[in-house]
Antibody, heavy 122, light 110 residues
C-alpha cells in the first residue's frame, strides 16, 4: 500500500524558512515523479512544484519561483521542499503527491499524503 | 495563474445521478485530458479518475469520467451519502508548464 508521510510544518515568522519532508512507503520511489500541492484551509488546491524520478527535470508554480526548492533523495525514499522568504499568504496545508509516471509533466497525482500545516505569522 | 473552471456547488438527491463539469482550454484539457479527485472534509484528496478516464484500482464503477473538447465531466450514478464531498479536476497545462486545478465543486447529497 502506498503511504506518504509529510513532516516539517509549523509556525514561522514572515521572512523565515522551513524545510518540508515527505517519506514514501509501499512503492518503488525512484520510478515515479513527485509533487507538492498546497491548500489553504477551506479553499482549493494549488500546485506548488514537481520533480522527475531522477531529479532531471523540475518545475514550479510561477508565483513561487525563486523562493521554493524541491528535491528528492531516492536512496532514502524521501521528497523535500525548502521554503525561503515565507509570506503570510504561504500559510496552507502542504501535501506530497505521487505521480503515476516518472515525469511530473504527466500531472496525474494518484496518491496523496495527509499534509503538513505551515503557518506564516508574526 | 489561470486554472480550470468548475461550478462551485451542486445538489442532488439520494440515488440520483450527478454530472460535474470542468472547463479548460486547448493548452490543458483539450490537449491532455483531466483527472478527477474527491476530497472529504478534513481528508486529503483521493484520485477517482486518471486523465485517460481510467479508474484507479478500488474506485467504484459508479464514478465515470469523459471528455469532449476542452470540457471534462465526472458522472456519479446512484448517489450515496458518502459521495457528499468536494470534487476537483486537474490537468497539465502546456502553456503555464504547471499542473492546474479547478476551483472545486461541492456536491451535496440530499
Amino acid at each position: 500500500e502506498v503511504q506518504l508521510v509529510e513532516s516539517g510544518g509549523g509556525l514561522v515568522q514572515p521572512g523565515g524558512s522551513l524545510r518540508l519532508s515527505c517519506a514514501a512507503f509501499g512503492f518503488r520511489f525512484d520510478d515515479y515523479a513527485m509533487h507538492w500541492v498546497r491548500q489553504v484551509p477551506g479553499k482549493g488546491l494549488e500546485w506548488v512544484s514537481g520533480i522527475n524520478w531522477n531529479s532531471g527535470s523540475i518545475g514550479y508554480a510561477d508565483s513561487l519561483k525563486g523562493r521554493f526548492t524541491i528535491s528528492r533523495d531516492n536512496a532514502k525514499n524521501s521528497l523535500f521542499l525548502q521554503m525561503n522568504s515565507l509570506r503570510p499568504e504561504d500559510t496552507a496545508l502542504y501535501y506530497c503527491g505521487k505521480d503515476n509516471s516518472g515525469y511530473y509533466k504527466n500531472g496525474d497525482l494518484d496518491s496523496w499524503g495527509q499534509g503538513t500545516l505551515v503557518t506564516v505569522s508574526s | 495563474q489561470a486554472g480550470l473552471t468548475q461550478p462551485p456547488s451542486m445538489s442532488k438527491g439520494l440515488r440520483q445521478t450527478a454530472t460535474l463539469t470542468c472547463t479548460g482550454n486547448i493548452n490543458n484539457i483539450d490537449n491532455r485530458g483531466a483527472a478527477w479527485l474527491q476530497q472529504h472534509q478534513g481528508h486529503p484528496p483521493k484520485l477517482l479518475s486518471y486523465r485517460n478516464n481510467d479508474r484507479p484500482s478500488g474506485i467504484s464503477e459508479r464514478f465515470s469520467a469523459s471528455r469532449s473538447g476542452n470540457t471534462a465531466s465526472l458522472t456519479i450514478t446512484g448517489l450515496q451519502p458518502e459521495d457528499e464531498a468536494d470534487y476537483y479536476c486537474s490537468a497539465w497545462d502546456n502553456s503555464l508548464s504547471a499542473v492546474v486545478f479547478g476551483g472545486g465543486t461541492k456536491l451535496n447529497v440530499l
